[in-house]
Nanobody, 114 residues
Framework: QVQLVESGGGLVQAGGSLRLSCLAS????????MGWYRQIPGKQRELVAR???????GYADSVNGRFTISRDTAKNTLYLQMNSLKPEDTAVYYC????????WGQGTQVTVSS
């Protein structure tokens, strides 16, 4: 089984930055496309960023230009650099594969104040 542990969230003012980390541990059979998701209370979880095995990245329009996804395969760690944060970025952020999900972790709370 693979365990996913997100960290790095916190409370920041609009315009600030955060760097989220996702550590994967356990039985990892292969490296696949990974992504960061977020969920706002009362709304569906949405994919905001992804990175392929070839290092190609993609972003939701809402975060494009502000967020950067990266991966350190040696450390089994996924990162999300979040800049120019907006109040609407407030959510619980999760990491997972884009396809064939592992069990979801606890997520990390990001709160952006006005």
């Amino acid at each position: 089984q693979v365990q996913l542990v997100e960290s790095g969230g916190g409370l920041v003012q609009a315009g600030g930055s955060l760097r989220l980390s996702c550590l994967a541990s356990g039985s990892i059979s292969s490296i696949t496309t990974m992504g960061w998701y977020r969920q706002i209370p009362g709304k569906q979880r949405e994919l905001v960023a992804r990175i392929t095995t070839g290092g190609y990245t993609g972003y939701a329009d809402s975060v494009n230009g502000r967020f950067t996804i990266s991966r350190d395969t040696a450390k089994n760690t996924l990162y999300l650099q979040m800049n120019s944060l907006k109040p609407e970025d407030t959510a619980v952020y999760y990491c997972n594969t884009v396809y064939n999900y592992y069990a979801w972790g606890q997520g990390t709370q990001v709160t952006v104040s006005s």
